[in-house]
């Protein structure tokens, strides 16, 4: 059986393993959002960053992508996809069915915050998340390269997020 990972984020630009089939796909009942302090890739413990995580919301659904695995890579990625996202135990792993944009139905490995752990922080607004994001460096580079990336890879994909968008335009004013 074919294994599928679901890419909201840094997934989409920079998966880290070799991607079979990249559809596009949406995960129902979740929103994409800088609801996570990153204390480790884009933040440190003194001075956290955000990254993005899928919060669930009735009602909502994320655009992203589909992912998958060839069959003999597939407990390589998943051992790799575990040391890269559960870091901090602030996500938790899911196998969620996700809708490829040609049709399909499948069952995807995907990242999800815990809404009770301490690095959560959703209803955060815009603004605050902005000058976060803006100053904000941890061990895989500045918070603002997280951002930027995602944004423009989502674009590329003719995937709209608004939030991002926004969020894109105010980083970018103040850091000038």
């Not at 959002?33 to 899928?54: D, K, N, Q, W, Y």
């Not at 605050?128 to 994909?157: C, K, M, S």
């Amino acid at each position: 059986m074919t294994m599928w990972v679901f890419g909201y984020g840094s997934l989409v630009w920079n998966p880290g393993f070799d991607v079979q089939d990249r559809v596009i796909a949406t995960l129902p009942g979740y929103h994409r959002s800088f609801c996570m302090r990153s204390i480790h890739h884009r933040g440190t413990e003194a001075e956290p960053g955000l990254v993005l995580a899928l919060d669930a919301a009735e009602g909502a659904q994320c655009r992203g992508v589909g992912l998958s695995v060839a069959d003999h890579e597939q407990d390589q990625v998943l051992a790799y996809l575990r040391e890269r996202e559960l870091i901090s135990s602030a996500y938790l792993e899911k196998r969620l069915t996700i809708h490829l944009a040609d049709g399909r139905e499948v069952e995807a490995l995907t990242y999800v915050i815990d809404p009770d752990h301490v690095q959560y922080c959703g209803g955060m607004d815009l603004e605050e998340q902005a000058h976060i994001i803006a100053r904000a460096v941890g061990g895989r580079g500045p918070n603002t390269e997280y951002l930027f990336n995602t944004a423009a890879h989502l674009d590329e994909l003719g995937i709209i997020d608004s939030d991002l968008a926004w969020l894109t335009r105010r980083v970018r004013a103040i850091g000038a």
